[in-house]
């Protein structure tokens, strides 16, 4: 399916291996017409006190969106009767990857789904075409961005580039902080060491640090998959906001996505427009500096399976609260 556009690395075999390293349960599923596959689903298992599901992330993917119904209906009957049908799960999640659009969330009511209290993965993302000429994507951008890729060397900003996982630590030391200042929960070291462990197998991530007089000041994880490289995970440290090294980190990242031939760069998650109040609307601003577009996708959908399914929906409806989103 790697055909298949839009895409994302949360459907590759090396998310689902990540899964399984954290403990995960997981199920890859495929529909089959003649020898070419139909549709591709990666289910892993969520455990928590507030309930039990299984959550498909960015999926599934279909090779023909007009048969989505049909192939969701297929995949989720085999997932209820074969694969839980002797274990407990109170609702399953799917993330889609279709378009926001009446008609694709038709596709999911229809098969008696829900709305989701929250989304689990970036359902509004920004994506820059990477094709072009460095040239072209400098006169892309907004003003303020492309001088302060200019500026940064200037300021005595320089890169690292590094596959060397012992360097996570770096990384942790100021996600951990940014974390803290902008009121979102971190994943945990764990995650991240695991995940950069499982993508740089082949050569699949790259973490970028921004320097600045021997400090690294900024700095971000990126993903290579399937010609796209994603801005997965991102920090830096308010004390040197004056300094552009973020700027530069990602354009650094995005000149590495190209040299190994991807086609897009995926900022990944943004806010609405409309939200200014919305925790992520600076970093959405700073994002869309770089140039590109948006892409929208039908809202998290959930299939209650159990009465248990609302004290879950209860519990998330709060999170969402608390965290102003």
């Not at 090396?14 to 596959?37: H, P, S, Y």
């Not at 951008?141 to 200019?150: D, E, H, L, V």
């Not at 998650?269 to 590109?292: A, N, R, T, V, Y």
Request: with cysteine.
């Amino acid at each position: 399916m790697s055909q298949v556009r839009p895409n994302t690395f949360l459907h590759s075999w090396e998310w689902g291996e990540f899964q399984t390293v954290m403990g995960n349960q997981i199920c890859r599923l495929a529909i089959f017409d003649g020898q070419k596959i139909a549709a591709a689903a990666l289910f892993f298992k969520t455990v928590a006190k507030r309930g039990v599901f299984w959550i498909c992330p960015h999926g599934p993917v279909f090779s023909d969106n007009s048969q989505a119904e049909a192939m969701l209906f297929l995949l989720v009957d085999f997932l209820k009767k074969e694969v839980m049908k002797n274990e407990r799960a109170d609702f399953i999640r799917i993330c889609s990857l279709l378009p926001f659009s009446t008609e694709n969330k038709k596709v999911f009511s229809d098969l008696k789904f829900r709305d989701a209290p929250i989304h689990t993965y970036s359902e509004l993302a920004w994506v820059l075409n990477i094709t072009v000429l460095p040239e072209e994507l400098l006169a892309g951008m907004r003003k303020s961005t492309r001088y302060s890729i200019k500026k940064a060397p200037t300021m005595g900003v320089e890169i690292e580039k590094s596959a060397d996982i012992t360097d996570l630590e770096k990384f942790w030391r100021i996600y951990e902080s940014t974390s803290q200042r902008q009121g979102f929960t971190p994943f945990s070291k764990e995650y991240l060491n695991k995940e950069f462990a499982v993508f740089q197998k082949d050569n699949q991530c790259l973490l970028f640090f921004g320097r600045y007089k021997g400090e690294i000041i900024s700095g971000a994880l990126v993903i290579f998959y399937n010609g796209i490289g994603f801005y997965h995970h991102g920090a830096s440290l308010p004390e040197f906001a004056r300094l552009p090294a973020a700027h530069l980190v990602l354009w650094s990242a995005i000149g590495e996505a190209k040299k190994r031939g991807c086609g897009f760069f995926n900022f990944w998650g943004i806010s609405p427009d409309d939200q200014p109040e919305h925790p992520w609307f600076g970093l959405s601003f700073f994002k869309k500096g770089f140039g590109g577009f948006g892409e929208h996708y039908v809202h998290s959908q959930d299939l209650p399976l159990s009465w248990r399914y609302w004290l879950n929906f209860a519990v998330e409806k709060w999170r969402k609260k608390k965290r102003g989103m």
